[in-house]
T-cell receptor
Framework: GENVEQHPSTLSVQEGDSAVIKCTYSDSASNYFPWYKQELGKGPQLIIDIRSNVGEKKDQRIAVTLNKTAKHFSLHITETQPEDSAVYFCAASRTDSWGKLQFGAGTQVVVTP | GAVVSQHPSWVICKSGTSVKIECRSLDFQATTMFWYRQFPKQSLMLMATSNEGSKATYEQGVEKDKFLINHASLTLSTLTVTSAHPEDSSFYIC??????????????FGPGTRLTVT
């Protein structure tokens, strides 16, 4: 089955700096890679996703890159703000498995003013 | 759009009792719903995949007789934790997809239900 590894487990950044979270996956058939933000006591919120036919996607301060050959994808947050503080999860899925998501372990991001 | 609700948001029950958690897609029809559990400071672990009108598919290690899942309609799935014990205390989260929308990969998550078994 799919295995997703996520690093780092914690990330402290100064407000205004950039944050990068990296994930690797094992199943070359995976073709959908979403990123979720989870605040304490709440459900995960989809913030950006990328499909295997695309190498990069950007939405304002958030961007995701995908390297299919190396089987890794990354989340980039620029100009971080205190409200970006949360746990971020990467995930991977393949369309022939009902879209079941395999999650990474999560990254606790703390943005200090 | 794409809102998923869960009820209750939190519940406390005594050991040995059963608890039912509801998951509803409010503005779309969910052909497939997923149930996850999450322990403190850990990732989401998939428990089961539920397709409307058919039996749920459970992940390895998840007791289907303990965690009863019913997906009776395109907007509602329920998870019943039977004979709950303190080790079942966790954060239960559902998500939903609409496979009929061509090209739709997204999974929309509910706000979660905090279960505490005393």
């Amino acid at each position: 089955g799919e295995n997703v590894e996520q690093h780092p487990s914690t990330l402290s950044v100064q407000e205004g700096d950039s944050a990068v979270i990296k994930c690797t996956y094992s199943d070359s058939a995976s073709n959908y890679f979403p990123w979720y933000k989870q605040e304490l006591g709440k459900g995960p919120q989809l913030i950006i996703d990328i499909r295997s036919n695309v190498g990069e996607k950007k939405d304002q301060r958030i961007a995701v890159t995908l390297n299919k050959t190396a089987k890794h994808f990354s989340l980039h947050i620029t100009e971080t703000q205190p409200e970006d503080s949360a746990v971020y999860f990467c995930a991977a899925s393949r369309t022939d498995s009902w879209g079941k998501l395999q999650f990474g372990a999560g990254t606790q991001v703390v943005v200090t003013p | 759009g794409a809102v998923v609700s869960q009820h209750p948001s939190w519940v406390i029950c005594k050991s040995g009792t059963s608890v039912k958690i509801e998951c509803r897609s409010l503005d779309f029809q969910a052909t497939t719903m997923f149930w996850y559990r999450q322990f403190p400071k850990q990732s989401l672990m998939l428990m089961a995949t539920s397709n409307e009108g058919s039996k749920a598919t459970y992940e390895q290690g998840v007791e289907k007789d303990k965690f009863l899942i019913n997906h009776a309609s395109l907007t509602l799935s329920t998870l019943t934790v039977t004979s709950a014990h303190p080790e079942d205390s966790s954060f239960y989260i559902c998500s939903a997809r609409d496979f009929r929308l061509a090209g739709e990969y997204e999974q929309y998550f509910g706000p979660g239900t905090r279960l505490t078994v005393t």
